[in-house]
């Protein structure tokens, strides 16, 4: 064995530049200098310390790739801070008892979750199980940082800042105080010991061995800064092992003194400096790894990323640090530092992402070649992700999925969202459209009849409130069904009903019953023909990372307190939204998407760094809801600068690479963002170096990205607006008859029944739509027959009274809640005293009811062959004289007699029409006396008549309702004939004045383009 590495005093410390492959040259390295060639088996006794368990397994990988096909006997690779006290460089029970085993972070949540439950009910506040469990999360993470850091006195915040601190902030340090006495003992109850607590001890009983007796293997500490304690002691210790060595990553050994005395907390170099003068060494005595000398290229890379980050309070003599440089090593230093690295900054979100996706892409062309990105925003990974699909790429992205998002995940939370309100049809429709429901049957068979089913039969007003509500729209009157389909729908509904009959809402259970309930209903409605549902449900990335949820539920809540099932949605919601599912299987090898920690030591031979915008990268203080930032600084915990410290090491190390992207976006969200701290201070500096023109070229990639991502998804053509829908379908293809009130329709805008008449296109309502004016008028006119068909002879004295109850009744059969009846009965009550007064009024004229709610047809002949058209008609009241009055009931607006007169509304005059001919209305007919609109909207006044005919000023009077009835059923032939003729298009909505009020198919004839279009509004259109 070569003595190179450990035959000069201790302390030995190394450095390995940033553009070094780190890792790669420590493997390299360590095989020459204990001649792995000639002894394959040296290696194995050289212990070697990584920050992460990403480290230590890319470190095994750097070793097995140096070895090619000769024998890789590893070394012993260890994370830092996950050394077991059953693993080497322990004997096996040698610290039994020191360390006890570290409680799961699941059952910590669980825990703590518990204490602020109880917390929250002693101060008379309802927080629930899943708000508890939001708030358990930074508690833990504070525990840990007091473990870290071993801060065990929280009293000096009494001292300090009691009396200055606002409540919630005195009401958070007195219940710290209390878990910091209760946590420690239930811990000690559990016979278990948190994380950091753990690797405190344990890497203090490494230090303590080692001082007493050094190990007779060599140990290298590698990649780690030393911000950590408990880290900086073990390499403190390792450093001056007879052979012992830390290797640090991207020490700036070089620095100007001014620059190495001003560094702060917020500074790349701050842990590291702090671990240097722990020796009390001149940083120039940090030795370069054996054979990583740095070329110039990347010195001068490294050395304008330095300065770019130089202190705040070195830069006052920024220019002459630059002048400087430039005297040094030349005029060209910065144009040469700043070759290989490019900023590009996209105009939104989406094209950034786009951008990196190119990048990523573009990789793949040179065989062997590998990039990664580096970003801490998840959701602009998630849309490179997204990006990349479209090239046929799935990337390995270290930060996963959330769990919700996989199948396994969104079915166990839509299960949840059916059990707590199963007459919701949107709940059903996720959980139906899930690919593992099948509730036992073919998962073809079930997705097409319930596809079916709920378009046709559950759309609109929501069924009920149960899942029995469901059920009984299969009754054949909403939707037609072949019986095979409806046996099908029947056994999937008893299964569903059968299966979640455990999941009481009301019951209060322990967490782990709710758990057990819970896996048994999903195995059960996930079950297939010849597949169980438990292999369904948890198979594969997603399956397994939710069965590790219920697995907690059932194993570690025992200490949170019984629940309901709401109560038990929102726990289990907020642990799958924390829970990440990485990619196992079909990732590209070459690509990789990683976080700042997980980047940490990795190489690449393209970087690209993305997100680099303020609150982003570095990330925002955020909102700590336990201790302020300045509770932190008085308990001496980490401050929150030295976050960004550690966040800016990344940056630097990274930025310093031989091929980097930087990329941003100027906005987000639509309004502009701030560029990072980083690249601010970048782009300062060599725009003061180099000037502002030279700077931009020099920062300017080689391609440009921006403008090819751009064209991504350029058609090539410039926007060209659909020009107006004029169809022609054959005569033979054209209805043969409408409704009256489809006339209206036909008349104000011909497409939508050529949409839904010819094309067979029906609007589809909304699911779970809120009961509206609809189901308000619905209810109305059924109120209304119902009562006044008792009341054809007398009307009793107690009307009034009547109706609003028979009213109740219709509301709530139209899915009317009891909160809101208490505005409906009373409104209605309001119309039903005019309705009754006015009723008495005209009976007194001697006018009586002679039909309520008459259905009616009436064949017109015309030239194209005969036309049908057909109607019901609210009521109709008959005069002394024999003539009949023709009303309408309008729980909203009614049309103006004026737009009834000239045809654009004419239900009425139509009605009247069909009742003078004889046989158009069963055992019914009679001349037109007078068309009432009679609105009940149920406002102050309760309702109101409004006559269509004979109205208007003396000057310009309104027809009567016979010169009405004539006039409608003449447009109406005149209509037909213009539309019997194939010529004839089926216009959208082509008069100004009168339009259709809905629109539904204004979509579907693409009218905001062409209408929006030069010369192609409506004006100027018929009239």
Same mark, same amino acid.
């Given at each position: ?9 201790? @302390? ?51 070793? =097995? ?30 610290? &039994? ?198 070329? &110039? ?49 996209? @105009? ?52 996963? =999925? ?131 549902? &438990? ?42 939204? =924390? ?121 300017? @990639? ?322």
């Amino acid at each position: 064995m070569s003595e190179s590495l450990f035959d000069t005093p201790a @302390p030995r410390l190394f450095t390995l530049p940033p553009q070094a492959d780190f890792l790669r040259s420590i493997a390299r390295r360590l095989r020459l200098e204990f001649n792995v060639e000639t002894h394959p088996d040296a290696l194995t006794r050289v212990l070697i310390l990584t920050p992460t368990r990403r480290a230590a397994k890319a470190l095994g990988d750097a070793f =097995a790739e140096e070895a090619g096909n000769g024998v890789a006997l590893l070394p012993m690779i260890r994370p830092l801070g996950d050394i077991d006290v059953d693993d080497p460089p322990f004997e096996p029970g040698e610290l &039994a008892g020191i360390a006890p085993p570290a409680v799961s972070a699941s059952r910590r949540r669980f825990e703590l979750a518990r204490l602020i439950l109880a917390k929250e009910a002693a101060l008379g506040r309802e927080i629930g199980i899943g708000g508890a469990l939001a708030l358990a999360e930074p508690l833990g993470a504070l525990l840990d940082d007091l473990a870290t850091e071993d801060v065990t006195d929280l009293s000096v915040l009494d001292e300090a800042l009691q009396e200055h601190l606002p409540a919630d902030r005195r009401e958070a340090v007195e219940f710290l105080n209390i878990v910091g006495t209760i946590w420690p003992m239930r811990l000690k109850e559990l016979g278990l010991v948190d994380s950091a607590s753990r690797r405190s001890i344990v890497l203090g009983a490494l230090v303590e061995r080692w001082d007493r007796q050094a190990p007779s293997h060599p140990v290298l500490v590698v990649g780690s800064t030393g911000s950590i304690p408990a880290a900086r002691d073990v390499m403190r210790c390792v450093a001056q092992l007879p052979q012992g060595a830390v290797v640090l990553p991207g020490f700036d050994w070089d620095a100007d003194d001014k620059a190495w005395d001003h560094i702060d907390d917020s500074h790349p170099q701050w842990a590291m400096q702090a671990f240097v003068n722990d020796f009390g060494i001149h940083r120039k005595q940090v030795r370069q790894w054996p054979g990583s000398a740095e070329e &110039a290229p990347a010195r001068a890379r490294r050395r304008v990323i330095a300065e770019s980050l130089r202190p705040a309070k070195a830069t006052d003599d920024w220019l002459d640090r630059v002048e400087q440089l430039k005297q040094q090593y030349g005029d060209d230093y910065f144009a040469r530092g700043l070759d290989g690295l490019s900023l590009i900054e996209a @105009p939104d979100l989406l094209a950034e992402a786009r951008i990196c996706a190119l990048l990523l892409r573009e990789t793949l062309d040179t065989p062997g070649k590998t990039a990664i990105l580096v970003t801490p925003d998840r959701g602009l990974a998630r849309r490179v992700a997204a990006e990349m699909d479209r090239f046929g790429v799935r990337l390995d992205d270290s930060g996963g =999925a959330a769990l919700s998002e996989t199948h396994s995940g969104a079915f166990l939370l839509r299960l949840l969202d059916v059990a707590e309100d199963p007459g919701s049809v949107v709940a059903l429709s996720a959980l139906w459209g899930s690919p593992l429901f099948a509730a036992g049957l073919e998962r073809g068979l079930v997705h097409g009849v319930l596809g079916k089913f709920e378009a046709e039969a559950l759309r609109g007003v929501r069924p009920g409130r149960e899942l029995a509500a469901v059920r009984a729209r299969l009754d054949g009157k909403y939707v037609d069904l072949f019986d095979d389909d409806r046996a099908a729908i029947e056994t999937i509904l008893t299964q569903m009903q059968a299966a979640m009959a455990p999941l009481e809402p009301d019951e209060a259970l322990p967490a782990a019953v709710w758990a057990e309930r819970h896996a048994r209903a999903a195995e059960a409605l996930a079950s297939s023909v010849g597949r169980e549902g &438990a292999v369904r449900l948890w198979a594969g990335e997603g399956g397994d990372a939710a069965a590790g949820v219920l697995r907690e539920l059932l194993g570690e809540t025992e200490s949170l307190p019984p629940m309901r099932l709401f109560e038990y949605a929102g726990a289990f919601r907020e642990l799958v939204r =924390a829970r990440r599912v990485p990619p196992r299987l079909g990732v590209h090898p070459r690509l990789q998407v990683l976080g700042p920690l997980e980047a940490r030591l990795i190489g690449a031979d393209r970087i690209v760094l993305a997100g680099l915008n303020e609150g982003v990268w570095p990330a925002g203080l955020g909102v700590d809801p336990w201790l302020s930032a300045g509770m932190r600084r008085v308990l001496e915990l980490g401050a929150p600068e030295r976050r960004h410290g550690l966040a800016a090491h990344d940056f630097a190390q990274l930025a310093c690479g031989a091929e980097v992207f930087l990329t941003r976006a100027t906005k987000a969200d639509g309004a502009p963002t701030v560029a990072s701290r980083w690249v601010w201070r970048l782009k300062t500096l060599v725009e003061g170096a180099m000037g502002r023109d030279a700077a931009a070229r020099a920062l300017e @990639p080689a391609e440009p990205y921006a403008a090819i991502a751009r064209d991504l998804n350029a058609p090539g053509l410039g926007p060209k607006p659909a020009p107006k829908p004029e169809p022609r379908p054959p005569v033979s293809a054209r209805p043969r008859g409408l409704s009256i009130t489809e006339i209206r329709t036909w008349v104000r805008d011909p497409y939508s029944i050529y949409a839904r008449r010819i094309l067979g296109i029906n609007r589809l309502d909304p699911a779970d739509m809120p009961i509206g004016p609809r189901e308000r008028g619905t209810a109305l006119h059924d109120a209304l027959q119902e009562a006044f068909e008792n009341w054809l002879e007398v009307l009793p004295e107690d009307a009034e009274a009547q109706l609003v109850e028979v009213s109740r009744r219709h509301l709530v059969k139209a899915g009317f809640a009891p909160e809101e009846l208490v505005v409906e009965v009373p409104r209605f009550a309001r119309a039903a005293r005019w309705l009754v007064a006015w009723e008495r009024a005209r009976r007194a004229e001697g006018i009586t009811i002679a039909k309520l709610e008459i259905k009616g047809e009436l064949t017109l002949d015309v030239p194209g062959g005969n036309w049908v058209l057909n109607g019901r008609s609210d009521r109709f009241d008959r005069h002394g004289d024999g003539r009949i009055d023709i009303i309408d009931y309008k729980t909203g607006g009614a049309a103006a007699p004026k737009e009834v007169a000239s045809g654009f509304d004419p239900q009425l005059p139509l009605t009247a029409a069909m009742a003078r001919e004889i046989g158009a209305f069963k055992d019914f007919s009679g001349e037109p006396a007078g068309l009432y609109y009679v609105r009940l909207p149920g406002n102050a006044k309760g309702g109101e008549e409004t006559r269509i005919d004979e109205a208007g000023p003396a000057k310009s009077p309104t027809p009567t309702a016979a010169e009405m009835a004539d006039q409608a059923i003449a447009d109406l032939r005149e209509w037909i004939n213009r539309f019997d003729n194939e010529a004839e298009p089926y216009l959208s909505q082509p008069r100004a004045k009168y339009v259709n009020d809905y629109g539904d198919y204004d979509h579907l004839a693409r009218r905001g383009e062409w209408a929006s279009a030069p010369g192609g509004s409506d004006e100027g259109g018929e009239t």
